[in-house]
T-cell receptor, first 115, second 110 residues
């Protein structure tokens, strides 16, 4: 049981390049999330999904896209990388959702630098 | 909207007790979580409160007062490995989304 797996762990991009951050969970969780964490700041929600085929915007969705074709996978896409997207990205998942005491489980993060 | 406040940094001595406070103002409340995050690592779940009162889990306890918009995390018998950031997160009533504070960086000294 690997939990939440993120790849890659590190990446350097040039301005204007695109890339996909991968996230997979093997806990059969229905909810999945993408956060970014800037130095000295709290986690900010980018996008979330309540199940396969359903996604919605969080606090800071601009410049990102997501898809959820399966329960297990929730990739995050950066289409035109900008320096402001330099951050650590965390994927998380949780079971059930609303009204539940089930916590979110986090992956180890992807450290992304845009130069 | 959501507004969550925590102290930025705290220092405490090994073996002592430390209390990390969190105040929040939210448009809807459906539970409060505490997470621990060591430098360069992922957040890990510590505790959950949805009703007023104290939840105890070994050396860690968490308290909630919904009327005051206030929570604290209490760490007893501090160990060097407790040096980490502690994140307070409030769950919105409308969904399962969490809103995080900026975190409190705790340094435990010998």
């Amino acid at each position: 049981n690997a939990g939440v797996t993120q790849t890659p762990k590190f990446r350097i991009l040039k301005i204007g390049q695109s890339m996909t951050l991968q996230c997979a969970q093997d806990m059969n969780h229905n909810y999945m999330y993408w956060y970014r964490q800037d130095p000295g700041m709290g986690l900010k929600l980018i996008y979330y999904s309540v199940g396969a085929g359903i996604t919605d915007k969080g606090e800071v969705p601009n410049g990102y896209n997501v898809s959820r074709s399966t329960t297990e996978d929730f990739p995050l896409r950066l289409e035109l990388a900008a320096p402001s997207q330099t951050s650590v990205y965390f994927c998380a998942s949780s079971l059930v959702g609303r009204g539940s005491n089930q916590p979110q489980h986090f992956g180890d993060g992807t450290r992304l630098s845009i130069l | 909207g959501q507004n969550i406040d925590q102290p930025t940094e705290m220092t405490a001595t090994e073996g002592a007790i430390v209390q990390i406070n969190c105040t929040y103002q939210t448009s809807g409340f459906n539970g409060l979580f505490w997470y621990q995050q060591h430098a360069g690592e992922a957040p890990t779940f510590l505790s959950y409160n949805v009703l007023d009162g104290l939840e105890e889990k070994g050396r860690f306890s968490s308290f909630l007062s919904r009327s005051k918009g206030y929570s604290y995390l209490l760490l007893k018998e501090l160990q060097m490995k407790d040096s980490a950031s502690y994140l307070c997160a409030v769950r919105d009533r409308g969904a399962n989304n969490l809103f995080f504070g900026t975190g409190t960086r705790l340094t435990v000294i010998p």
